[in-house]
């Protein structure tokens, strides 16, 4: 009757909803004020969504989540009403059930603010409740990229959940706190949480929760190059469990990093494939991080190949989803935008981007590529005093054991060479070359330090070095369909051009194609064996390499590693391996020997 008089009128997007002209809603609203109604009908409509939050039985996640999307609104109106009661119980209440359906959803920065509240004003209100809502706020702050609220939440939560016996809610946290650790922390840091998270789903047989874990298990390998091959095992299981409980989101999570893995490895052509595949099932489900996450690396893979539209395509998409992402939005957005204006040789955009990035967060393991890219940024934007300050602090604060130095240092190597020090610049540069296979961009970054390691080889006269490492990094970027980015290109072409003139047509010719011959990790071992042939003897202080003479000297001085590396704009791992030369070479066993030894040479 109330739709045959207009009075409401029917959704044609939902069947069996309605709505009410503006008009209508407002004339109705002051006649519920004036009838002093409005209190009993606001709980009544608090009641009806508290009910509506429940997950009904049978009913998967994907429609779980379809439901409240239809009526997130009325869950908004819900979630205002109960803030503003005495009665803490009732925001902690319906906060706490709507976990699952924020946190796979864009309104990341909503969510994390809705529980926060209600998990700080429910503290004396029911435990479980309490518990789920730090568990829900430790999940969503860590999609948010807010690494402090989730690991403080998670940690809260997870203390509660294991008074409760909560196996579920425990879940939830280890899975969130694994993942905060594996951006924070050192590349394992995450795995202990995410293990003990898969055995727990395993054996509540929460087949979902299951798959979940162990796609984050599988996303700890996006941290570094080394041993991939368990992080594509641990997700190609995720991919079955979900098809296995037909959780299309969680399958598309799966897809979306095994897609991601392979655009860290350097297969952006394969990492479209599987990126492609995953985007429509993240776009479906609202999964803003995931979402987020699959486009940037869209735009990395895709800018890599020189589909420079294609990748700001990717760019616009994160923009217009990144407003209810809230701070994550920095991270991902300008990441993106960086690395396509770096790709383009737009340098004061990428500064622009990356300093926005670095600003606000970057996860350790990757911050090295991030910040190196930021200082060649600068460096060709005509701002290398800065460029030299921003990599000599990050070289000296950063732990080796956490973050890839190689492109930092690689670089360094360029900065110095500009400055005339190309003895420091080699140095620097084999440094680069040597830490490069280890660093989450793997093949990519190798091939950058090579690069670096040519261009710096063909200025200290070894051209034959020089030209091959230029055809080994040419024949992969053929292989791989790369277009090069502008500043490596730029290297590699100056390459070609010095040894040319140095070696002539025919003798270049013959280099080249030697190290087309090569891989790149051939290559790598190439320059590492040529460092050596300098016709020294095996021990003795005629032995030692320029860097080494530094080391042994600054040893003398009573430096101790972390110091060195300082000095030396070289990571304390490099200093490490040094010292082991230095001291086989000179036949000594301790620092005090060695320090004694250099005294008694220089006076």
Not at 153 to 174: F, H, N, P, S, Y
Not at 196 to 222: N, S
Request: with cysteine; aromatic share 6%.
């Amino acid at each position: 009757q109330l739709a045959d008089k207009s009075l409401i009128h029917s959704d044609d997007e939902a069947e069996g909803r309605f709505g009410m002209l503006e008009t209508v809603r407002h004339y109705a609203g002051r006649r519920l004020i004036e009838s002093g109604e409005s209190a009993a009908a606001w709980r009544r409509h608090f009641g009806f969504f508290l009910a509506a939050a429940d997950r009904r039985p049978g009913e998967s996640a994907d429609a779980y989540r379809e439901r409240l999307r239809a009526d997130h609104d009325n869950i908004r109106q819900a979630l205002e009403w109960a803030a503003g009661q005495d009665d803490p119980a009732l925001l902690l209440g319906l906060a706490s059930r709507l976990g699952d359906f924020w946190s796979l959803s864009i309104h990341l920065a909503e969510a994390r603010r809705w529980l926060r509240i209600a998990a700080d004003r429910g503290g004396q209100a029911d435990l479980a409740l309490r518990a789920k809502a730090l568990g829900s706020l430790a999940q969503v702050a860590s999609l948010a990229a807010d690494m402090p609220t989730a690991v403080e939440a998670g940690t809260a939560a997870l203390d509660l959940l294991r008074q409760l016996d909560d196996e579920d809610g425990m879940i939830v946290a280890l899975t969130s706190l694994g993942s905060s650790a594996t951006i924070m922390g050192d590349p394992g840091a995450g795995r202990p949480y995410l293990t003990e998270a898969v055995a727990l789903a395993e054996k509540t047989g929460e087949q979902r929760a299951l798959a979940y874990a162990l796609a984050l298990l599988g996303r700890t390998a996006v941290n570094s190059a080394v041993n991939r091959d368990a992080g594509r095992e641990a997700l190609q299981r995720s991919l079955a469990v979900a098809r296995g409980c037909a959780a299309r989101d969680a399958e598309s999570i799966a897809i979306c990093l095994l897609g991601v893995l392979d655009a860290l490895d350097c297969r952006p052509a394969d990492a479209l494939a599987l990126l492609g595949r995953a985007l429509p099932g993240l776009r479906e489900a609202e999964d803003g991080f995931f979402l987020s996450f699959c486009l940037t690396a869209i735009a990395h893979s895709q800018a890599l190949l020189g589909d420079f539209a294609a990748a700001e395509a990717a760019c616009d998409e994160l923009d217009a989803i990144g407003e209810a992402m809230g701070t994550a939005r920095l991270y991902f957005s300008a990441e993106a935008r960086g690395w396509l204006a770096f790709c383009r040789g737009q340098w004061p955009e990428a500064v622009s981007a990356f300093r926005e990035q670095l600003s606000y967060y970057a996860s350790v393991a990757l911050r090295g590529m991030w910040t190196g890219n930021l200082a060649w940024s600068e460096l060709l934007c005509g701002e290398p005093d800065t460029a030299r300050r921003r990599l000599d602090d990050f070289i000296r604060t950063s732990d080796p054991a956490r973050t890839c130095l190689a492109l930092p240092l690689a670089v360094r190597a360029l900065i110095a060479r500009d400055d005339g020090d190309l003895e420091r610049a080699e140095e620097l540069a084999h440094a680069a070359a040597a830490d490069a296979p280890a660093d989450a961009f793997g093949r990519l970054t190798v091939w950058t330090c090579l690069a670096v390691l040519a261009a710096i080889s063909a200025d200290g006269g070894g051209h034959e070095t020089a030209a091959r490492l230029a055809g080994a990094a040419g024949a992969f970027a053929h292989a791989t369909g790369l277009a090069r980015p502008t500043a490596t290109g730029e290297l590699i072409d100056s390459v070609a051009g010095a040894c040319r003139a140095a070696l002539g047509d025919g003798r270049l010719s013959e280099a080249l194609a030697a190290g087309q011959g090569m891989t790149l990790e051939d290559a790598a071992a190439y320059a590492s064996r040529g460092r050596g042939r300098r016709g020294r003897p095996a021990t003795g202080w005629a032995s030692l390499t320029p860097t080494e003479l530094r080391v042994a000297r600054a040893v003398a001085d009573g430096l101790s590693n972390p110091q060195i590396a300082g000095r030396m704009f070289i990571s304390r791992r490099t200093v490490a391996t040094h010292l082991t030369s230095i001291f086989r070479k000179l036949g000594v066993s301790s620092r005090a020997e060695l320090a004694a030894l250099a005294v008694r040479r220089d006076g």
